[in-house]
């Protein structure tokens, strides 16, 4: 492990800060409900199975959306997203366990809870049905190791989606009994995008795995591209919550070819 050479200075600053937070009373014990299930609900109703994002805002995108997320969460359901992701990290992202709370109350579909865990009383803060471990801070921050936050995760109850972007930390996740992982196209070293990252590290994965594309994804021809390079389904944030959020969802998920515009 390192201490975080070769991660961007926001990154860090999200794994500095994340190092210092935690609102846990107790232990949690979740039913959750299934992500695999609801992604082959989705592709029985034609949809492309997807993981809807609210948020309101982040370090690599301008401005803040101030919609009543609740209200947001049910349009992106309504458009056809298969699971929500809601961010719950507060200083740099404008989440929190609340905004979970509430919208996993108004909607039935599984909701990952985004936010960046590195220790296991993080786990503790809400009940949600996905935990996201992304391997890169896990390896950067010493303070756990991400077999022994998998574990914890899934002795709550958790199903866990591993964040990865390379093939080293594909066989890192794999190693620790991955069931769910994401490839995030977008590289923390730089905060740059590149989709041809998922094409390269997707091969790593065994074919039962569930593997999830992330980051990067904004028309009809990138969600095609991520299908045929190997996604079972696809997180997507900006590009759904830029404008109006049930068409969006609706046009990134349908299996339909249209053009963009």
Same mark, same amino acid.
């Given at each position: @492990?390192?201490?975080?050479?070769?991660?961007?200075?926001?990154?860090?600053?999200?794994?500095? %800060? !994340?190092?210092?937070?935690?609102?846990?009373?107790?232990?949690?014990?979740?039913?959750?409900?299934?992500?695999?299930?609801?992604?082959?609900? %989705? #592709?029985?109703?034609?949809?492309?199975?997807?993981? !809807?994002?609210?948020?309101?805002?982040?370090?690599?995108?301008?401005?803040?959306?101030?919609?009543?997320?609740?209200?947001?969460?049910?349009? @992106?359901?309504?458009?056809?997203?298969?699971? &929500?992701?809601?961010?719950?990290?507060?200083?740099?992202?404008?989440?929190?366990?609340?905004?979970?709370?509430?919208?996993?109350?108004?909607?039935?579909?599984?909701?990952?809870?985004?936010?960046?865990?590195?220790? #296991?009383?993080?786990?503790?803060?809400?009940?949600?049905?996905?935990? &996201?471990?992304?391997?890169?801070?896990?390896?950067?921050?010493?303070?756990? +190791?991400?077999?022994?936050?998998? #574990? %914890?995760?899934?002795?709550?109850?958790?199903?866990?989606?591993?964040?990865?972007?390379?093939?080293?930390?594909?066989?890192?996740?794999?190693?620790?009994?991955?069931?769910?992982?994401?490839?995030?196209?977008?590289?923390?070293?730089?905060?740059?995008? +590149?989709?041809?990252?998922?094409?390269?590290?997707?091969?790593?994965?065994? +074919?039962?795995?569930?593997?999830?594309?992330?980051?990067?994804?904004?028309?009809?021809?990138?969600?095609?591209?991520?299908?045929?390079?190997?996604?079972?389904?696809? &997180?997507?944030?900006?590009?759904? @919550?830029?404008?109006?959020?049930? %068409?969006?969802?609706?046009?990134?998920?349908? &299996?339909?070819?249209?053009?963009?515009?």
């Amino acid at each position: @492990m390192d201490d975080g050479e070769g991660i961007a200075p926001a990154v860090r600053s999200i794994i500095e %800060a !994340a190092r210092d937070r935690s609102e846990a009373d107790g232990r949690v014990d979740v039913q959750p409900r299934s992500l695999p299930d609801a992604f082959e609900r %989705a #592709e029985r109703a034609g949809r492309v199975p997807t993981i !809807a994002e609210v948020k309101p805002t982040s370090p690599t995108t301008d401005g803040t959306r101030v919609d009543d997320p609740v209200e947001l969460a049910e349009q @992106m359901v309504a458009g056809g997203a298969a699971a &929500l992701s809601v961010l719950t990290e507060p200083e740099h992202f404008g989440g929190s366990a609340e905004t979970l709370r509430q919208v996993r109350e108004a909607v039935d579909v599984p909701i990952l809870r985004k936010d960046f865990l590195l220790y #296991e009383e993080q786990l503790d803060v809400i009940e949600a049905d996905i935990v &996201l471990l992304i391997v890169r801070f896990l390896e950067a921050d010493g303070t756990d +190791d991400l077999d022994a936050m998998l #574990e %914890a995760a899934r002795d709550r109850g958790f199903q866990v989606l591993v964040e990865t972007h390379s093939r080293e930390e594909v066989r890192r996740a794999i190693d620790a009994g991955a069931e769910i992982i994401g490839v995030n196209n977008r590289d923390l070293a730089e905060l740059e995008l +590149d989709l041809s990252t998922f094409e390269s590290v997707a091969p790593a994965v065994p +074919d039962d795995v569930t593997l999830i594309a992330e980051s990067g994804i904004e028309t009809r021809a990138d969600v095609t591209r991520m299908q045929e390079a190997g996604a079972d389904g696809q &997180l997507i944030g900006s590009a759904i @919550m830029d404008g109006d959020v049930r %068409a969006n969802t609706e046009r990134l998920t349908t &299996l339909t070819e249209t053009p963009d515009t």
